[in-house]
């Protein structure tokens, strides 16, 4: 029997489930095969691309859950989920439109995005290896840039962007610019396809994220977790009444994390998985 209450985990990438430095994931191996073997979907939810996001999606055995990509411009269905065949869904501005948009800015405001840096300024900026650079200049609903100018212009740079129907947003380690999109947003369109595919199960939802990027997903989120920077500082809020912040920054501390809530949920909720588990 299928169980009626189960989980759904939202989780940023980049300084969260993956090491800022490495990128690595490795600290949080086991916590995700206890998710795998409870048969909780764990939705990653990045900046990145649809194609960098394949392939970690693929290296963490998680391809049966549908992933957001380009801080909600995207969202990726498995097979099976919303249709016969795996399918993208856009939603926001495209690319192009934005380019427009910042081409008009530039006698004003100082600055450079992916588009201008190309494969070999991407891979300068994140320390990625070529292959995974060109995966990350494959953008259709944003466009990442660095901000070159003053810190006391953004907010005027901020307004000029939201006069073009646009968004601007930091992240860990870049300012993003979107259309009218939020990860957030695509965290409720992915819950509403799940309360639609299993009607009658009631879900709690985590989130974990670590920028005012992820905020909208945090706020959204029945136990939202926030992963702080590498010198321990949090750039996110967390609700008064719920959430928990990690110790240490990136796959460590989102394996602590996530470990506790889980814990807490199967000790209140006996079967929230779709497998039983005894907790210890």
């Known amino acids: 029997m299928t169980p009626q209450h189960r989980i759904l985990v939202f989780t940023d990438l980049d300084g969260c489930l993956l090491n800022k430095t490495d990128y690595s994931w490795a600290d949080a191996g086991p916590t995700l095969h206890r998710l795998k073997r409870l048969e909780i979907p764990v939705v990653l939810s990045s900046s990145k691309t649809v194609a960098e996001m394949r392939r970690l999606q693929d290296e963490m055995e998680l391809a049966e859950a549908p992933f957001i ?55 300068e900026a994140t320390g990625l290896p070529a292959d995974r650079a060109s995966a990350a200049a494959e953008r259709h609903t944003t466009e990442p840039l660095l901000w070159q ?19 601007l947003t930091r992240g860990g380690r870049f ?11 695509a ?8 309360c639609k595919q299993q009607p009658g199960v009631t ?11 992820d905020q ?10 926030a992963i702080p920077a590498p010198d321990g500082t949090l750039h996110v809020e967390l609700p008064t009444e719920r959430g928990v912040a990690a110790s240490v920054p990136g796959s460590a501390g989102w394996a602590e ?16 998985g779709a497998a039983d588990e005894t907790v210890s």
């Open 149 to 167: 100018d003053a810190e006391d212009r953004i907010e005027a740079f901020r307004a000029q962007i939201e006069s073009h129907a646009l968004t």
């Open 203 to 213: 879900w709690t939802t985590l989130a974990i994220g670590d920028s005012p990027i």
């Open 175 to 185: 300012w993003h610019v979107a259309g009218q999109t939020s990860k957030g947003e």
């Open 216 to 225: 909208s997903m945090l706020d959204r989120a029945d136990e939202p977790i």
């Open 69 to 123: 990509s380009e801080n909600g411009g995207a969202i990726c269905w498995p097979a099976g989920m919303s249709s016969e065949e795996e399918q993208v869904t856009y939603q926001g501005q495209s690319r192009s439109e934005i380019a427009d948009a910042l081409d008009g800015l530039r006698s004003d405001f100082s600055f450079v995005t992916f588009r201008d840096m190309g494969v070999p300024g991407i891979m």
């Open 257 to 272: 994390t996530v470990t506790a809530v889980l814990d807490k949920l199967c000790a209140t909720h006996h079967g929230i």
């Open 187 to 194: 965290m409720e369109t992915v819950i509403a396809e799940y």
